[in-house]
T-cell receptor, first 114, second 119 residues
């Protein structure tokens, strides 16, 4: 099976930097994704790490350490619109019809305050 | 491209009623899936499909049926609704392992969600 752990809530100040951690357990690992979801909306894709290291996309960066089963999402220059829930998701191996399965963490609710 | 389209967006059912949530995608994605989202539980996989005629169970399949007769459509059926199935349902699709250029982007494309209440 697969499981993921991430903090349930984080609060940060506008303009600051915040890091959301994710640890995972999986029987087979292909990659770690991050999604953003605003209240009442659908999850939207932010980033994906299949290999160790840092991936940068604008103000957002994502890091992966496969040996530690750990990753994080880094948000810089926080804006009020970044207030949302952030989910890590691990793509692991299922012995069923295919290997492309995403298991999601329970999400981290980020509140950005002035 | 419309992306992933789910209908209906809202539905209220009585216990024991049946209904089908529709999902269609126009991106020629092999992989389609249904998730349910409950407060504090994140997104949980119900059923998935890696191509027409191929479906399999996810983490929480009980009470739900699916079929995949075409690449585009992946309906989710509730045969006898129960209050425990009150939730927000998301359909999602993607290329299978490796996109059209063989590169794995790890990205799922989600529909806007269907909010279901079972009384």
């Amino acid at each position: 099976g697969q499981s993921l752990e991430q903090p349930s809530e984080v609060t940060a100040v506008e303009g600051a930097i915040v890091q959301i951690n994710c640890t995972y357990q999986t029987s087979g690992f292909y990659g770690l994704s991050w999604y953003q979801q605003h209240d009442g909306g659908a999850p939207t894709f932010l980033s994906y790490n299949a290999l160790d290291g840092l991936e940068e996309t604008g103000r957002f960066s994502s890091f992966l350490s496969r040996s530690d089963s750990y990753g994080y999402l880094l948000l810089q220059e926080l804006q009020m619109k970044d207030s949302a829930s952030y989910f890590c998701a691990v793509r692991g191996f299922y012995s069923g019809a295919g290997s492309y399965q995403l298991t999601f963490g329970k999400g981290t609710k980020l509140s950005v305050i002035p | 491209n419309a992306g992933v389209t789910q209908t209906p967006k809202f539905q209220v059912l009585k216990t024991g009623q049946s209904m089908t949530l529709q999902c269609a995608q126009d991106m020629n994605h092999e992989y389609m899936s249904w998730y349910r989202q409950d407060p504090g539980m994140g997104l949980r996989l119900i059923h998935y499909s890696v191509g027409a005629g191929i479906t399999d169970q996810g983490e929480v399949p009980n009470g739900y049926n699916v079929s995949r007769s075409t690449t585009e459509d992946f309906p989710l059926r509730l045969l006898s609704a129960a209050p425990s199935q009150t939730s927000v349902y998301f359909c999602a699709s993607s290329y299978a392992a490796g996109g059209p250029d063989g590169r794995d982007t790890g990205e799922l494309f989600f529909g806007e969600g269907s909010r279901l209440t079972v009384l």
